[in-house]
């Protein structure tokens, strides 16, 4: 092994931990934290897509924003999960475990711990569907990575 690919393990397991650190503190947010977040992004949605949003009522903005916030915050942790999946694949890889199980299973636990780990903070509930969706992401994340590599791998051998 070449100092390339040991940097390259130690780097894809330092953003790896990192990520799931991240994810760790935000599912640490109390509920009055997390609807704050949600509710600036549902803010910053609504004023960018929604034609005439400055010009409603505060009832109408906030009926609005009410409606979208389900489906941000079950996007984020879509988004959050599907880069998590992105980089177990390639950390996976870095090691040469190159079979899905391998991140997927990680991924899995990790959501599910999560879950747990929100039992146990203020206004915040551990959630069967969230770690469906999470897991979700893992398996999106996980497969945008292995097409991105194969595309690399096909580009290499068409160039040689």
Not at 61 to 87: C, D, S, W
Request: hydrophobic fraction near 50%; charge should be negative.
């Amino acid at each position: 092994m070449n100092k390339n690919d040991i940097l390259r393990r130690a780097v894809l397991t330092v953003l790896t931990l990192l990520w799931m650190l991240l994810i760790f503190a935000m599912s640490g947010a109390d509920q009055d934290e997390s609807n704050a977040q949600s509710g600036t992004i549902c803010t910053f949605l609504c004023e960018t897509f929604v034609d005439g949003f400055e010009e409603l009522s505060p009832e109408e903005q906030q009926a609005i924003e009410e409606a979208i916030a389900f489906p941000v915050r079950k996007g984020a942790h879509l988004t959050e999960y599907t880069v998590l999946g992105m980089l177990l694949a390639a950390t996976a890889a870095a090691y040469a475990f190159n079979h899905a199980s391998v991140p997927f299973l990680i991924g899995l636990v990790y959501a599910a711990s999560d879950e747990i780990h929100q039992l146990y903070v203020p206004g915040r509930a551990g959630q069967f569907r969230d770690v469906l969706i999470d897991s979700a992401g893992v398996l999106i994340g996980i497969c945008v990575y292995k097409a991105a590599a194969r595309r690399r791998r096909l580009r290499a051998s068409r160039a040689a």
